[in-house]
């Protein structure tokens, strides 16, 4: 069993930034996919950025050129940094590994607002 702990979350005013963070209990980063996703009242959860087991990454189109994911191996952490939030960024956000088994942390609350 594997525990991720999200952390860095909170309330920020648009055009702010947050740097989220993602622990895991055990060393998987080297054989995971590690990604963040989120999701807002009402709507579905949704990918917000991956990183490959070989540094490749992905964002989904909405956060791209602000948002940047990053991991240390070494650490076993995994970030985002989020840079100009918008409003419709409010979401719990989820860190996500995949690899032989699919683990979720428990979210972390990011609010959006004046």
């Known amino acids: 069993q594997v525990q991720l702990v999200e952390s860095g979350g909170g309330l920020v005013q648009p055009g702010g930034s947050l740097r989220l963070s993602c622990a895991a209990s055990r060393n998987i980063f080297r054989i995971s996919v590690m990604g963040w996703y989120r999701q807002a009242p009402g709507k579905l959860r949704e990918l917000v950025a991956t990183?490959?087991?070989?540094?490749?990454?992905n964002y989904a189109d909405s956060v791209k050129g602000r948002f940047t994911i990053s991991r240390d191996n070494a650490k076993n952490a995994l970030y985002l940094q989020m840079n100009n939030l918008k409003p419709e960024d409010t979401a719990v956000y989820y860190c996500n590994s995949q690899g032989s088994y699919t683990y979720w942390g428990q979210g972390t609350q990011v609010t959006v607002s004046s």
């Open positions: 990183s490959g087991i070989g540094g490749g990454t």
